[in-house]
């Protein structure tokens, strides 16, 4: 059987964007190319359902209370204390089990989940899980095949590993080196940690040698330095990086700017500041600008308002266009082309930071969140992504970054130290055994 025969189950939870987007690029290697969503899939208890729903219910409550003026960044940060990533220095046994895990494991023990790993049993393949919960699933019910898990942020809390890590079988598909020591820490063994990066999707990369991405990149660092500040003094980096690609000619578009909200729909009244700020240089299409709803159809109406009550309503579907699907995995796909042309990436430190091995910078939007504080400083380091301004002034800031060239280092510090074989190598330690990627030139 030839690799691309081999099948594994890949299975993700509909909770925010985060677990479906790493699990969307995966979608080839399942059977008939179907991801198995665990808390909603056909014949799921509704004991389970239960369970689900109310976990969703509360992240997304508090998540949406970053928008309160006053107690609403108190509340949250109480509600974040709960899932909060210990400080990684000094290094020490952080391997005792959370109050969140005991509970999710008191749960499991009463049968969350039995029925999903029952129904996956029916056919052992490999099991890829993009959240952490259905990996304990698969260990506890007794799961016949390999488990997986992929990581989906550059650290995380002590509830993704298992309550007796040193007894657990789960293998961890790591996005960064931080997580491979971070899950060492935890008390998970050493060979079962890959070093495999982000899954990123294929119509971003174009095969092996980035055809597609290169050629994206190429048109971008154009219009991120429109004064050849950086292309001047890196000429040497840029064209050997992007060789074959014309760096000299126009891009085919104006500057695109896209504004991402979360799955929470948090940050919704950002993207209307920003819109606001922007207003005079989308009339005079001086840029393009993309606002992402994503799957949530309150935020598609609230940006759709905002920009008929600030009159940009000729605009909407020429340079200013509202990202919008019902089903997650049409706005991944209509995502990942608004992405081809887009110049600057503006949302908070998700996963999507690993979108900087992209060649996209990111203007960092505040984090919802501990893990986000984490993406924060991880993204900082690689240099792909920069802090925003405060966003009412954008149409000051944004220009001035772009004219200096900040934005185009961020983006080529993206793409160089960025990790683009996620998928890849992922399938080489599920299929073939591989204990490290053969790609692995990256600095974190």
């Known amino acids: ?18 677990h479906q987007r790493a699990a969307y690029p995966l979608r080839h290697l399942a059977p008939d190319g179907k991801i ?27 998540s949406r209370l970053t928008n309160v003026p006053l107690i609403g960044g108190y509340l949250f940060s109480l509600f974040d204390k709960f899932q909060a990533i210990a400080n990684f220095y000094p290094r020490r046994d952080l391997s005792a089990p959370t109050l969140q895990l005991n509970q999710i494991y008191w749960f499991m023990k009463h049968g969350w989940g039995r029925d999903l790993i029952e129904f996956l049993n029916k056919n052992p393949i490999p099991l890829i899980a993009t959240f952490f919960t259905v990996a304990f699933f698969a260990e506890e019910h007794k799961y016949k095949g ?68 290169k050629a994206d990149l190429a048109e971008r660092i154009i ?14 980096t840029v064209r050997e990086r992007l060789h074959d690609m014309n760096l000299d000619e126009r891009h085919h578009h104006p500057l695109t700017v896209t504004f991402a909200v979360g799955g929470a729909g948090a940050q919704r009244q950002l993207g209307g500041i920003i819109l606001n700020s922007l207003k005079n240089d989308i009339i005079a299409k001086k840029i393009n600008f993309n606002l992402v709803a994503g799957t949530r159809n309150d935020v598609y109406l609230y940006f759709k308002n905002v920009i008929c009550n600030i009159g940009l309503k000729n605009n909407l579907g020429k340079n200013l266009k509202i990202i919008y699907a019902n089903h997650k995995d049409d706005y991944f796909t209509a995502f990942n082309i608004a992405l081809r042309n887009t110049d600057i990436l503006w949302t908070k430190p998700s996963e999507l930071v690993f979108y900087c091995a992209l060649g996209l910078p990111i203007v960092m939007a505040p984090p919802v969140g501990s893990q986000e504080v984490f993406n924060r400083t991880w993204l900082k380091s690689v240099g792909g992504g920069i802090t925003q301004g405060d966003p009412q002034f954008a149409h000051e800031w944004l220009f001035d970054w772009v004219n200096s060239g900040w934005l185009a280092e961020a983006a080529m510090a993206g793409f160089l130290d960025g990790r683009q074989f996620g998928v890849r ?20």
Do not use: H
């Open 1 to 18: 059987m030839s690799q691309k025969d081999k099948k594994a189950w890949v299975v993700t939870v509909d909770m925010g964007y985060g």
């Open 36 to 62: 198995l969503v665990a808390n909603n899939y056909p014949g799921i208890p509704e004991s389970d359902r239960k369970i689900w729903r109310e976990s969703r219910k509360w992240y997304e409550f508090f």
């Open 146 to 213: 390999e488990i997986y898990c992929v990581v989906t942020d550059t650290d995380v809390s002590r509830t993704w590993v298992a309550l007796d890590p040193s007894k657990s079988r789960i293998k961890y598909l790591a996005p960064c080196r931080r997580i491979v020591e971070r899950l060492q820490l935890y008390g998970v063994k050493k060979e079962n940690i890959f070093l495999t990066g982000f899954p990123l999707p294929e119509e971003n990369l174009g095969g092996e040698k980035f055809k597609i991405l």
């Open 223 to 236: 219009n991120l330095d429109p004064d050849k500040r950086y292309r001047d003094k890196y000429a040497g």
């Open 425 to 444: 190598n992922i399938a080489d330690v599920v299929f073939k055994g591989i204990k490290e990627p053969s790609e692995d030139d990256k600095i974190l």
